[in-house]
DNA sequence: CAATTTTCATTTGTCAGACAATTAAACGTC
DNA sequence: GACGTTTAATTGTCTGACAAATGAAAATTG
């Protein structure tokens, strides 16, 4: 683990990257401590406050944990799934807001993601996943549901039909495509006959699945689709039509 | 953009979660410069260097980027799919080295996002990306060539046939999945018959995506996915064999 | 001797102040 | 007006210090 002194700028940076390919290479394992930040000091020929600034920069990637007291110090972390999510949604919604994604990409990247999804998910589905599915379908024929509320269910309900897939690396994929997508899906006012024709596909989805019917899924996934880019063309076209009424 | 202090630690991480929050929210558009650091120091009642690591966090994550300098700072920074691209792989790569998962999970996944790109790819396909494929199967059938120089090709191929859909969000996703697979790959042994029969399957695979033939691409997909997991199996059986001989 | 309490050394978290490096704008000079 | 020069602002880094947490060792007590 070496830094190159002689350009005075980004140490922080270098020494980052020094010891996130120490990691990445296996040559630290997982809950292996590193030295103390004065020793790493030392060892950088850097200051503690610089050492600390790249110690940040892992932590903020979750490639370590920092505990305080005797015994204490930097530790390599097991990178798990749950903390993943978080990271890659957040990165997900951002580069969906600044890259001016339109809604149909967003769209079609989701549900042809969701779609690979569906034959696994139709034949390994537990109980425990169709009854979630049930319950956020069952939700989101509540009258008083708010639009925003509508769409979380949506998102869970997804979830739940990418998780009985029974792939975690599928259903990390997955969470950020899914759940990136509902701040975009929130703009979206949805009337009663609106929800109620996705709620009668969502029924379908999971019948289908409960049945283990991957064919009937994915058919089903591509009309809700459909359906929902239908949905987005027409807030799209009274919004410019809006526009120039002004 | 608060934070508690009655909880004297961590500090650092309550003010990047304060400034992430802002950014995701939209309340810091792209390019928007932040208050200087001794700024926010005074703002959030902290010292200097607390704001640094705070800072360094979020550049760890491309949210900002900073500049020196009479009118430097640290703005906001437009995510880039590239940008993100780099740290999808990184995460996904240490996901599965940290996690124990089988290949067999995550083969099954990378190819059931890939035949989910299948479609759009063989649909909207340009020249250029034909013409990478080619290239790659070309580039494989050197008779010199390293199993990892092998896998390189391999990846750079399945890269072009995601990239053919034409969607940056489903490029973006499947990059995670498609180069945290190398690794992985790389500890199988092709002997000359398996490469000739995947180069035939990449071959078979430019000729459906080259006629817009979604189906066939699809099923040549699938075989290749089949193939890829026999591979696997006879090397981790092998490797089980080799273990009791000892 | 065993259990409990106290002390202590180690390590991270935070702070204050300082200086170097960089950069663009303001200023002065020709 | 064009072109160096100065200057102010800002990040990058360093030094030294103290607070807080924490586990281990030492001391105390029953």
New binding site residues.
Partial sequence: MKIDPTS?????AQIAKAIRDAIISGALPVDER??????L?DQF??????V??A?KRLAAQSLIR?????????FVNRLRFEDAYGQQITTSTLLLSMNDVSFATACEARYALERACAPLSAQRRTADHLATMRAETHRQQQPGLTDEAFCASDVAFHRALVDAAGNPVLSYQLAGAVEAMQPLMNMITFSARDRERIIGLHGAIADAIEMHNSMAADDTLAKLAEYTQELAQAVIAQRNTAKQGN
Same sequence: chains 1, 2.
């Fill in positions: 005075p700028a980004d140490l922080s590193l030295p103390s930040e004065a020793e000091a020929n850097v200051s503690r406050p610089t600390r600034e110690l920092t505990q305080r007291g005797a015994t204490g110090g930097a």
